[in-house]
């Protein structure tokens, strides 16, 4: 089973972030300067127990982040304000333009390998506040994601129950039809997840620090 969420996580941080309490070691949106582009890049704490949320510079797309030296880099995703991808997208179809540049370390990911070449790689994903935490407020695409590189890549997927999408705990979106429908139905965060072996979203980076990915286009659309 492959399970999406670092097991260091705490359901508390996870709580945190999809209902944007500000927590110790979880801060909301600040801010990049003028022009920051209204998406928002998650980064773990020290303590991996825990994301900080800080707002993405739009660079020459939609958004951007520049990779660090530490595999802390989890989410780039649109949370909040009029953002047209967000509330009721289900059956509606998630693709997502973007180039990595510049990397010249090597991509790495947070945690133990997995002993079968696993790689750093990237995938989309969505949530909802759902009210109290629960697992399928959180949801991961299994087949629209790409090892981290430098290149364009475009990743699509519906967002539709029949479609493989995992929640926090790893259980499939076949299974969870009803959870998965009502957390379609609204969304409050969306975006690009980064993770590498069995976990979908346990933070990366590269080995110097190298690498900026941009942000192209993203749409969901009928």
Do not use: C
Request: zero cysteines; glycine letters at 16%.
């Amino acid at each position: 089973m492959r399970i999406p969420i670092k097991t260091t996580i705490g359901v508390l941080a996870a709580t945190a972030l999809g209902a944007g309490i500000a927590l110790p070691g979880l801060v909301g949106a600040a801010s990049n300067g003028p022009g920051a582009s209204g998406w928002h890049i998650g980064y773990y704490n020290p303590s991996n127990r825990a994301i900080s949320l800080a707002q993405a510079a739009p660079g020459s797309g939609v958004a951007s982040l520049n990779f660090t030296n530490q595999p802390n880099t989890a989410l780039l995703i649109a949370t909040q304000g009029s953002n047209t991808n967000l509330g009721n997208q289900a059956e509606n179809t998630i693709t997502a333009t973007f180039t990595i540049s510049g990397a010249i370390g090597a991509f790495t990911y947070s945690g133990e390998p997995d002993g079968s070449g696993g790689q750093a790689n990237v995938r989309l994903y969505f949530e909802t506040k759902g009210g109290p935490f629960a697992y399928t407020n959180y949801w991961w695409t299994d087949a629209a994601f790409t090892p981290l590189g430098n290149g364009t890549f475009t990743l699509t997927a519906q967002i539709d129950p029949s479609v493989p999408w995992s929640d926090w705990n790893g259980q499939p979106s076949s299974g969870n039809v009803t959870a998965f429908n009502a957390a379609a139905s609204d969304i409050t965060g969306i975006g690009l997840s980064f993770g590498g072996g069995y976990f979908f979203e346990n933070g990366v980076g590269t080995t110097d620090g190298s690498g900026t990915l941009t942000l192209n286009s993203f749409t969901v659309t009928p």
